[in-house]
């Protein structure tokens, strides 16, 4: 089934609970499902993104920190999916160009990428963390409407850039997930019309230091929304972060050997292995 993931960088849960309105009232209307989940360490950016597409965790990855720029070792979902004769595209942060198909990061090269040879075959990817997130949503959906990706990541920046210039507990933190939440609300239902399995979770989450990396509950617990026919919207499960990559997987219907929350899964959503 198409999927789609969207990663909002820097979205704590202390904020999600009560900021996403929208997200919250498709969830009443017993069209998705909110879980708490925690994220691996260190809840940094960079190791978090190889997490969540390839189900390791840093410690295992080798992506420890911000600084390593080099391609994964691991296989990621883009990987999984293009082996399987999927497409793929990505409207994400620089840093996922360079995990997955070209590093460094050239941007005359790699900005907009159009390379059907590449894990990520469609890409828009920007390097300013204050890049709009309404534009980073446009560039989303032009890549929807041009290629018809069967698997889609979608990664705006502006939640965790305020995070780092005001902290947890400013206002313009929180207004920026009410932003992110109002900018779903505009282009969600149109994926959900469409037949998209949508996934909506962060990375990690902020303190008020304005700052992230260590084992907080406001820096490691980040929300999970689910929607679409192929979850089972079971209230009680407590899925973990390195399950993402594989239940995507078995939602993509593509073959894989990671670990996965069959739970999230409905019961005649089998995983291919």
Known sequence: MKTILVVLDGLSNQVAQHAMGYLSAECAQGKGQYY????????????LYECILTGVPPVKSGIIHNGISRLSKEQSLFHYARAAGLTTAAAAYHWV??????????????????APELPIQYGHFYSDDRYPD?????????????HDPDFLL?????????GHRYGLSSPQYRNQARIADG????????????????????????????????????????????F?????????????????????????????????????LKLNQEPAV
């Open 36 to 47: 708490v989940m925690t994220c691996e360490l260190p809840s940094l950016s960079r190791p």
């Open 97 to 114: 160009s360079e995990l997955y198909n070209r590093t460094p990061f050239n941007a005359a090269r790699d900005r907009h990428t159009f």
């Open 183 to 226: 900018l779903l609300s505009h282009w969600m239902p149109g994926w959900l019309a469409a037949g998209y399995q949508v996934v909506v979770t962060a990375d990690h989450g902020m303190n008020d230091d304005r700052s992230h990396g260590g084992i907080l509950p406001e820096e490691t617990q980040v929300p999970l929304f689910v």
């Open 154 to 162: 979608i990664h705006p920046m502006n939640i965790d850039d305020a």
């Open 228 to 264: 679409g026919d192929a979850f089972s919207l079971q209230a009680e499960l407590m899925p973990l972060q390195t399950e993402l990559c594989g239940t995507l997987g078995a939602v993509l219907g593509v073959a894989h050997d990671k670990p996965l929350c069959r739970g999230l």
């Open 134 to 146: 309404s534009h980073l949503f446009e560039d989303a959906e032009s890549l929807r409407l041009l």
